[in-house]
Structures are given as structure tokens and as C-alpha cells.
């Protein structure tokens, strides 16, 4: 039986997890040194729970629509640090800003034809994925 990564997890008001400590194989926390009853005396809504179960919700709370922005918001974002993934193609270009937001989890940039945009996701989301991601929130914000 594999054993998955444990972490003790306290939601707050906004509904994101935040992670406390990781258990230890005694079940304590591994920076705390408490148990689980320990820790809820600071956190009442403590939880334990599967730590890339946690990224994932921790992500989708932080991941956003795309919205759009003006060219020089654009602009000032490709120059003020070096660009990650930068792709350029006729149709559109992207890229991911340096600085993370959270993790994994950055500001995506975005041009497609005349129009630019941003919104945050994982940094390593490929330019294809950016590009649907922006199609279709154009096609959202047809009239119909």
C-alpha cells in the first residue's frame, strides 16, 4: 500500500486551503510536533489531507477567466522581466510572467490578433491551451 503525502489543512472564510503542517508516520505535525486535537485548539476547522489533492484545490481557487487588458498592460508585463514560455505566432502570442503568483500559479499574457488579455494559471500552461482558453471567452462575450 503506497502511502500518500499528509498535510494538515485549515479551509478559511474564502474557502481556501491553507496548509499548516505535514504529518509525520507518528501523526504529528512534522513542524509542530502536535496532533491533529493539538492543532485544532489554534484551528477549530482543521482537516487532514492528501497534499496533491490540496494543490489542486489551492489552484483552482486562484485560477481565473481571461480578461482583457489594454496593449501597453501588455507590453509593460513582456518588459518588465524575461517571459516565460514566450511563444509568437501571426495569429497571437504568450506568455507566462516570471514571478509566480502562488506555486505554480502565475499571470499567463496573452494577444490574439488586435486584442490582449491576461488571467492566472499554471505557469507551464502551453500556448495552444492559453490560446482556446482566450478563444473561448471571446466567443462567451458574443452577443448571441
Do not use: C
Amino acid at each position: 500500500m503506497e502511502l500518500k503525502h499528509q498535510v494538515f489543512v485549515n479551509v478559511n472564510d474564502a474557502g481556501y486551503p491553507e496548509v499548516i503542517d505535514q504529518m509525520t508516520t507518528e501523526g504529528k505535525g512534522l513542524y509542530s510536533g502536535e496532533t491533529i486535537e493539538e492543532i485544532r485548539q489554534r484551528y477549530p476547522k482543521i482537516e487532514l489531507r492528501d497534499f496533491d489533492e490540496v494543490i489542486e484545490q489551492q489552484e483552482a481557487h486562484l485560477r481565473t477567466s481571461p480578461e482583457m487588458i489594454s496593449e501597453d498592460q501588455f507590453n509593460d508585463a513582456l518588459e518588465m522581466l524575461p517571459p516565460d514560455n514566450w511563444v509568437r505566432t501571426p495569429a497571437g502570442e504568450s506568455f507566462a510572467f516570471a514571478e509566480r503568483y502562488s506555486g505554480r500559479m502565475t499571470t499567463i499574457y496573452a494577444r490574439l490578433g488586435r486584442t490582449y488579455w491576461r488571467f492566472i494559471d499554471v505557469a507551464n500552461l502551453g500556448h495552444m491551451a492559453i490560446m482556446e482558453r482566450i478563444g473561448a471567452e471571446v466567443k462567451r462575450r458574443l452577443p448571441a
